[in-house]
């Protein structure tokens, strides 16, 4: 059986926030958006691959998804040199990466 009275007593609030508290209320929630705001753009400036142009990323299948091979300076070198992306099912991929970083000769 409900109480009566019983809804209005839950529903009412206990008072009324004043002017500075309402005030108080809106200058939190703008400062929260503008923090957010700029948050958002400094993720999308610094986001993305910061591939620099001595690095060769080669994305390989795989039976769970993919990934990316990224292998930079002298490290990229020596793979495009050692003849590894003449060698397995990804080669004309690494070969290619290898040739535009100017790694592999175009007559390799």
């Not at 142009?53 to 300076?73: A, D, K, L, Y």
Request: aromatic share 4%; glycine share 10%.
């Amino acid at each position: 059986m409900p109480l009566e009275g019983h809804w209005e007593r839950v529903n009412t609030p206990v008072r009324k926030l004043s002017e500075r508290e309402r005030r108080l209320v809106w200058v939190v929630g703008a400062l929260v958006a503008a923090a957010t705001a700029v948050a958002v753009v400094v993720a999308i400036l610094t986001s993305g691959s910061s591939s620099t142009s001595s690095c060769v990323e080669v994305e390989v299948p795989g039976t769970m998804g993919g990934g990316v091979n990224r292998v930079c300076g002298d490290d990229a070198v020596s793979f495009c040199r050692a003849g590894a992306p003449s060698m397995g099912p990804l080669r004309h991929v690494a070969l290619e990466k290898c040739r535009d970083q100017g790694y592999v000769t175009p007559s390799d």
